[in-house]
């Protein structure tokens, strides 16, 4: 059965330093998504990625984030200047197409963690 | 302020039913309500998904009352594996179109 992937599965990075989170999602899928959890607490949803285009994004995603589908595989999160805050599971997910009804294929996640 | 509301732990044993209900007032038009279950350290995965009324597939049910402003997932007969965190999902309109997870509910199913 086809999957997401990310990697790395846990990063360690000082406050200030950028990170850049890999995601590769499901091969004939044409929506991309990153959510964020912090430990404890519910899903929360960041970004929403289609043609090469930011389709939906919450507050959370401030300027200090981007992302980016640099090849025909990858998707990739970044923080610019991370924060203490930051620190949270990352999950990536891919859906054959926009909004709810379709379902959404989530990564493992990755550990993101700020000193 | 859009918000879509779970309780927040439900204790049961195994075989029982368990009814988890999501309230979600604010739910775009045409937007489906999607049910997810997560384990620790895993992603969400998929359970069941519907528009209106029931909805029912090889591993739950899903309620969903006429004004869509909640929905109802029915896990029949739980196991010890069932023990996860569900979260409902749902597109609501604020200022803008969002989607939004519920704030999960933490199922226990005890021998």
């Known amino acids: 059965e086809p999957e997401v992937t990310q990697t790395p599965s846990h990063q360690v990075t000082q406050m200030g330093q950028e990170v850049i989170l890999r995601c590769v999602p499901i091969s004939n899928h044409l929506y991309f998504y990153w959510y964020r959890q912090i430990l404890g607490q519910k899903v929360e949803f960041l970004v929403s990625?289609?043609?090469?285009?930011?389709?939906?994004k919450s507050e959370i995603f401030d300027d200090q984030f981007s992302v980016e589908r640099p090849d025909g595989s990858n998707f990739t999160l970044k923080i610019r200047s991370t924060k203490l805050e930051d620190s949270a599971m990352y999950f990536c997910?891919?859906?054959?197409?926009?909004?709810?009804?379709?379902?959404?294929?989530f990564g493992p996640g990755t550990r993101l963690t700020v000193t | 302020l859009a918000k879509t509301t779970q309780p927040i732990s439900m204790d049961s044993y195994e075989g029982q039913e368990v009814n988890i209900t999501c309230s979600h007032n604010?739910?775009?038009?045409?937007?489906?309500i999607t049910w997810y279950q997560q384990f620790p350290s895993q992603g969400p995965r998929f359970i069941i998904q519907?528009?209106?009324t029931k909805v029912t597939n090889e591993v739950a049910s899903l309620f969903i009352p006429a004004d869509r402003k909640s929905s109802t997932l029915s896990l029949p007969r739980v196991s010890l594996s069932d023990t996860a965190v569900y979260y409902c999902?749902?597109?609501?309109?604020?200022?803008?179109?969002?989607?939004?997870f519920g704030s999960g509910t933490r199922l226990l199913v005890r021998p």
């Open positions: 604010n739910i775009a038009t045409n937007d489906y």
């Open positions: 999902l749902v597109g609501v309109m604020d200022s803008s179109y969002k989607l939004i």
């Open positions: 519907g528009y209106k």
């Open positions: 997910a891919s859906s054959e197409g926009e909004g709810s009804f379709y379902e959404q294929y």
């Open positions: 990625f289609y043609n090469n285009e930011i389709s939906e």
